[in-house]
């Protein structure tokens, strides 16, 4: 009497254990691979992409094509801003940019300026919990802190970080990232 099983279901009967360790074993690979292109991350950093940082001292507001200022006042894109936090309450930061004025009299190199009073550059975003805050004079006006181009270097405990947000008016690059500042790096001028 023939088995109530077919001859092909017996074949995959068979051969499901060999399938079934081959489909894992690929999915062991994949996973490796991706490691390795994409190298060793903390996790909360390996959500955040790398963007194209602006020059630090660029002479020109950076423009946001795709904003709509009209529709009230509201988070940047994603990416980096050249820029300033105007005003820090609740979690909440506005912020605009901010371009280099070269000082042509010779006493100073120059200064960071805002948009007029009036233009409609404003930002708001959430300042994201886990902010990283990276001062140009040690968290506290101490010391100087800073890279090779004058970017801040020391990174700021989370009740500093706010103190200096609520302060305002320090240049930055400012990163936003789904709606969230998730990096805050001063620019030193002396």
């Given amino acids: 009497m023939d088995s109530p099983v077919s001859s092909d279901m017996k074949t995959s009967a068979k051969h499901s254990t060999p399938r079934r360790a081959l489909i894992r074993g690929m999915a062991v ?4 691979a991706a490691t390795v292109a994409g190298g060793t991350v903390p996790a909360g950093a390996a ?41 820090y309450r609740a979690g909440v930061a506005e912020y605009t940019p901010i ?9 100073t190199e120059g200064w960071f300026t805002g948009p007029k009073q009036g233009d409609v550059m404003a930002y708001a975003s959430r300042v994201s919990p886990k902010l990283a805050y990276y001062s140009a004079l040690a968290c506290t ?30 240049p930055g690059l400012i990163t936003v990232y789904r709606g ?4 805050f790096q001063e620019i030193y001028t002396p």
């Fill in 29 to 32: 690979v994949a996973v490796a």
């Fill in 47 to 87: 959500a955040v992409p790398k963007f194209k940082e602006p020059a630090i001292f660029g002479t020109s507001f950076q423009a946001d094509p795709h904003h709509d200022f009209t529709r009230g006042i509201s988070s940047r894109h994603d990416g980096i801003l050249r820029g300033w936090v105007t005003h």
């Fill in 99 to 107: 371009k280099w004025v070269k000082d042509r009299s010779g006493n």
């Fill in 141 to 170: 006006g101490s010391k100087l802190t800073v890279d090779r181009r004058g970017l801040g270097a020391r990174r700021c405990s989370a009740k500093a970080a706010t103190a200096l947000l609520k302060r305002g008016h320090r």
């Fill in 180 to 183: 969230k500042i998730v990096k």
